[in-house]
């Protein structure tokens, strides 16, 4: 086996230590199930998560503090897209359109798949970095709006 240039190495333990959330808590289980490319499957999650997200910790605790850290994660989206703050998932959302990333459907996710694969994604490891726990409806809404 191959030398890994110490960037990959150190970028895997990056990430494998970060907490990943539920983009990486359902895309491990959604690509062991469909083989589907993990970045497609990344980036077709993405804006969803991101808004459930922000909307999940909003309504717990409107003082909580990583509240400044989806503005500023809104504003590096629209500064990229030339939108407001407020335009920025939905404008991820089309951005993600336009770049052709299949849906989760194309990519082998069936509809009657989606509660299966919400059960096995809240025991993935990446899913307990994500900012709150997220119900199961919340999960499902992200999945059914990826497909």
């Not at 003082?63 to 994660?73: N, S």
């Not at 939108?83 to 459907?105: C, I, K, Q, S």
């Not at 096995?120 to 992200?142: H, Y």
Request: charged share 15%.
């Amino acid at each position: 086996m191959g030398h890994r240039p110490r960037s990959l190495v150190f970028g895997g333990l990056a990430l494998a230590n970060a907490g990943l959330g539920a983009v990486h808590g359902f895309a491990g289980v959604i690509g062991g199930r469909t083989g589907h490319a993990h970045g497609a499957i990344c980036g077709r999650l993405l804006p969803r998560v991101l808004a459930i997200n922000e909307a999940a910790v909003r309504e717990a605790d409107p003082a909580h503090p990583v509240l400044p850290r989806f503005g500023e994660v809104r504003g590096w989206i629209a500064a990229a897209l030339e939108v407001t703050p407020v335009e920025a998932y939905d404008a991820l959302g089309r951005e993600v359109d336009a770049l052709g990333l299949p849906g989760l459907g194309a990519g082998g996710l069936a509809a009657e798949a989606v509660p299966e694969v919400v059960r096995l994604s809240q025991r993935a490891s990446s899913m307990q970095g994500n900012p709150m726990k997220l119900s199961e409806s919340q999960l499902a809404a992200i999945l059914t709006a990826a497909l």
